[in-house]
């Protein structure tokens, strides 16, 4: 982490909701008019609130922004457990035109160098920042970048990052169901790759201290591992 990586979380900015849909189950993405001007690096989160609505209990919840600045979007996924929190029913309430604020966006987890190989692990909603990095280096064929994108239900975005994978042999995903699934395909490449490659991997706090730990004893050194752990999970 550096000090760069926390700069944009002092400035505000007000985004205008274009759409929310509820792509599959319990998951749903919200997508906002382009904010001209906003910048952002792809894997970035933001402080979100929602000015002039009620919401019982904690008034804020951070989203990592799902899509890159290459792709002229800006949206956020989110995946909403039973029973579903005051903030998300009334996020989820809000229609086209109404406005949310965001802190931000800033945060550590973003590509860091051009040429080694990637390893993402993404655990279910943990998707979204990869997603963002994965669109960023969607044409880039210098290095291998690999995806074990681990869900128990539904793989969100699973067929854009297929459309991606046929049109780039270096993007690599594996989709996982099961722990013992997901924990073999990473360690696998983790054997393979060693120090050479960087490990990404964002989800609850309690699956990325158990993979970052599974790596280290792995041997793969501290300083390889980028973690987005979700805390509020
Ligand atoms: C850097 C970062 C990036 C993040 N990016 C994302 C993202 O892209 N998408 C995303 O969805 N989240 C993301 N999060 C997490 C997000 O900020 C929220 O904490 C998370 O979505 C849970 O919010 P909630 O309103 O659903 O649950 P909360 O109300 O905050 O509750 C937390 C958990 O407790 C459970 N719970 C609450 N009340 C009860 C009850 N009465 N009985 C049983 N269970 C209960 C909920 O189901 C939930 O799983 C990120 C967090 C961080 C720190």
């Not at 994965?134 to 793989?155: A, G, M, P």
């Not at 049109?167 to 120090?195: I, W």
């Not at 041997?219 to 509020?232: E, L």
């Amino acid at each position: 982490m550096k000090v760069n990586d926390f700069t944009g979380m002092f400035s505000r900015t007000s985004l205008t909701i274009d759409s929310i849909e509820n792509p599959h189950d319990d998951y749903h993405v919200i997508t906002f008019d382009y904010p001209e001007g906003l910048n952002w690096d792809s894997g970035e989160h933001g402080m979100f609130t929602l000015p002039g609505k009620k919401v019982t209990g904690r008034s804020f919840r951070i989203f990592s922004i799902a899509s890159s600045p290459s792709e002229n979007k800006l949206f956020i996924a989110t995946h909403a457990n039973e029973p579903v929190s005051s903030f998300k029913q009334t996020l989820f309430s809000l229609s086209k035109g109404d406005t949310v604020n965001m802190l931000g966006p800033f945060g550590w987890y973003k590509v860091k160098d051009s040429t080694s190989p990637i390893v993402m692990i993404a655990a279910g909603i943990g998707i979204t920042p990869n997603r963002a990095m994965i669109k960023q280096l969607e044409h880039d064929t210098r290095r291998d970048v690999f995806l074990v994108y681990s869900s128990s239900d539904t793989h969100l975005f699973k067929e854009e990052l297929d459309s991606i994978a046929l049109n780039n042999p270096k993007f690599h995903p594996y989709y996982t169901t099961g722990r013992d699934q997901t924990r073999e395909t990473y360690l696998k490449l983790a054997d393979t790759l060693g120090n050479d490659a960087i490990y990404y991997v964002a989800g609850t706090p309690k699956s990325v201290k158990d993979i970052s730990k599974r790596l280290r004893d792995n041997n793969v050194k501290f300083t390889h591992i980028v973690f987005d752990p979700y805390f509020g999970y």
